[in-house]
């Protein structure tokens, strides 16, 4: 007999994105006087709790939730959580077969040289890697830099068993500077800014400051700026 499963749902325990899920699942069982006898198993599974940074910071200091990351290795070496755990979702892509070589070498021409983007792959050993470190019974907390890796990686983990996890709204972008202890270069919300679009913006940043000092030496000393365009060379 085939399995069956039914799923009702319940108001949320935590929040208002989080639900409590019974789960029934029909078993073929042994054959007495050539009936089959079947069992019945019920399972409370409970989907991830979606959280701000505020509530986050206490699922860790209260309720103590350890912190999962889940982004790239650059990111992560930029900035993260203090005491926080690293499993990427996705590794760098190394395969040299034919199509991964064209589709890295494009991504590397454009997303990895703008944006400083690795070509990535799924990391096939990450929920195993989390249960090394983790048992099902376990407090995590997943997050990313946007909050869409955390989301699929949260999804793994209820689907492999775990209980309690939460994940970060939006992920690191959205936090404010204090509110984790963190480790890196620089703040949390800014880690996954990289590449040429990093630089352009420190050269913006600094143009905009010439010409603002500039405006402002014009407006309060004219006579002195005239003099300065008298001994510039004619165009």
């Not at 959280?51 to 930029?78: C, P």
């Not at 990427?88 to 944006?115: A, C, M, Y």
């Not at 990450?126 to 019974?137: A, G, H, I, R």
């Not at 880690?191 to 309060?220: D, E, M, P, R």
Request: charged share 20%.
């Amino acid at each position: 007999m085939a399995g069956i499963g039914a799923s009702c749902s319940f108001l949320p325990s935590r929040s208002k994105l989080r639900t409590t899920w019974l789960q029934f699942e029909t078993h073929p069982g042994r054959k007495v006087s050539g009936k089959s006898i079947c069992r019945r198993n019920l399972k409370i599974r409970a989907d991830v709790n979606y959280v701000n940074a505020e509530e986050a910071k206490n699922l860790i200091a209260v309720e103590r939730y350890a912190v999962l990351d889940v982004r790239d290795n650059s990111q992560y070496n930029r900035a993260h959580i203090k005491s926080s755990y690293h499993v990427p979702l996705f590794i760098e892509n190394q395969d040299n077969d034919l199509g991964t070589i064209i589709k890295r070498t494009v991504h590397n021409n454009f997303s990895g040289l703008f944006f400083g983007l690795p070509f990535t792959k799924q990391n096939p050993e990450f929920v195993q890697s989390v249960k090394n470190q983790f048992s099902p019974e376990s407090k995590l907390l997943v997050v990313c830099q946007e909050g869409l890796r955390s989301a699929a990686a949260a999804n793994k983990l209820e689907e492999a068993g775990f209980q309690n996890i939460a994940c970060i709204m939006s992920g690191l972008q959205t936090v404010k500077p204090g509110t984790f202890d963190s480790v890196g270069s620089t703040e949390l919300q800014d880690a996954g800014k990289a590449g040429l679009v990093t630089v352009q913006g420190k050269i913006s940043a600094v143009l905009g400051t010439v010409l603002i000092c500039a405006f402002l030496f014009i407006t309060f000393f004219p006579e002195q700026a005239e003099k300065l365009f008298q001994l510039s060379p004619a165009s």
